[in-house]
């Protein structure tokens, strides 16, 4: 594991080629950052990176206020391993509320972001080096650490006709081996959201190969974009489809909180072996450092919990750059959730589109490659409406520009 030579001898290959690794995102917002300097910030279209553009609600910012105020050493004492067991109770009870689901704080397990949650599930379920995770592209890149540090991630092509889950490609991926399907809904990237058509689906196909193989496979669920939907469009809770289902879910984008690294795994006792797997992703979450979150944001988002995030901004956007985009004679799949964008390059090289833009129009969209699904980019709408209505005439121009 270790390189020899006059290189490196004395760090591990695996992390290393991590560190090092390339990052379109990263790159081009730095980009960015750069051209901002030379041309203004406001002649630089950023859709690179999915931050949040609306402000965490009011009581947020009360909530903190009003615990500032307080006892100092419990506000900055450390939590149990699992998180206050207050602030669970008040997730469980809002998890009930909502899904009819009987959660307990027993089965809510506190942690670090969403990233450390996925990252905990899959070596909690993973028995071998050999076991298989499944993707649906297009997915959020990470997938490939998160769940390669616990065993193997398969790919399952993407349905880009309507973005919804290639069910004959992943009939094909599941074998004995398998320990669980990732599913993330609403999309990263494409902002589309899973039906309860497609979902049951699934959950009936992975009932029905688990009893053959003799094990269960669960369908890890990554929530962090659950509220951003927009209209009437239903996000189905899994758990309620599939027993077999963990819940890895942050606020970073319902309560616009990316960095405060807050989120939680809900295992629920309805799942097989569900208290093994719980004590389990513990002992993970260990092995990760990922324990006993900051006491303040755990306590602020357990009193937050009910709080909805204000769409209207991301909305009026969505509308905005998707009627535009459809007007100009661009392909785009249609988001009802998040605050992304996946459209095919008209070209079908999305690389090349994304270059061009870049150097001819500080215009900064992000190639699809990453999320398994080539020839189509990813915009991310959460965005200023000004920025966008400042972008059109760049994504009108790079469209006639191939015509």
């Known amino acids: 594991m270790f390189l020899k030579g006059d290189f490196f001898e004395m760090v591990n290959e695996k992390y290393y080629g991590y560190g090092t690794a390339p990052s379109v995102i990263r790159d081009l917002f730095a980009y960015g950052l750069e051209a901002a300097k030379k041309v203004g910030k406001e002649n630089v279209y950023d859709y690179s990176l999915g931050n949040p553009s609306i402000p965490a609600p009011a009581k947020v910012n009360e909530k903190i206020k009003e615990y500032a105020d307080g006892d100092s050493i419990a506000l900055h004492g450390y939590s149990v391993a699992a998180g206050h067991e207050v602030v669970r109770q008040q997730l469980a009870d809002n998890l009930n509320e909502r899904f009819d689901v009987n959660a307990k704080a027993s089965e809510l397990f506190m942690t670090c972001g969403c990233a450390p949650a996925l990252i905990s599930t899959a070596k909690a379920i993973a028995t071998s080096e050999d076991s298989e995770f499944i993707v649906i592209a297009p997915y959020f890149p990470e997938y490939n650490v998160f769940f390669g540090a616990a065993g193997k991630v398969k790919v399952v092509p993407p349905d880009t006709e309507h973005f919804q889950i290639n069910m ?236």
């Open 168 to 403: 004959p490609e992943l009939e094909k991926m599941v074998n004995e081996k398998t320990v669980a399907v990732v599913i993330n809904t609403p999309n990263n990237p494409s902002g589309v959201v899973y039906t309860r058509e497609t979902l049951q689906k699934i959950g009936d196909f992975l009932k029905k190969k688990g009893d053959e193989f003799g094990h269960p496979i669960y369908i890890i669920a990554d929530e962090p974009y659950r509220e951003l939907v927009y209209g009437d469009v239903e996000v189905p809770f899994i758990p309620t489809i599939y027993d077999n289902t963990i819940v890895c879910y942050s606020w970073s984008k319902s309560l616009s909180l990316p960095g405060e690294r807050i989120g939680y795994v809900y295992v629920p006792e309805k799942c097989a072996d569900g208290k093994t797997v719980y004590a389990a992703v513990a002992g993970a979450a260990r092995e990760l450092g990922s324990v006993c979150p900051p006491t303040l944001i755990q306590r602020v988002v357990g009193d937050c919990v009910g709080c909805m995030p204000d769409l209207e901004a991301y909305d009026v956007n969505r509308t905005l750059l998707y009627d535009s985009l459809i007007e100009y004679g661009y392909e785009v799949a249609k988001p009802d959730g998040a605050f992304y964008m996946f459209v095919k390059a008209p070209n079908g090289d999305a690389n090349a589109y994304s270059e061009k833009a870049k150097l001819e129009h500080n215009l900064l969209v992000v190639p699809g490659d990453g999320f398994g699904c080539p020839g189509y980019f990813r915009l991310s709408y959460c965005v200023s409406k000004k920025t966008i209505e400042d972008s059109l005439p760049a994504f009108k121009a790079m469209i006639e520009s191939y015509k």
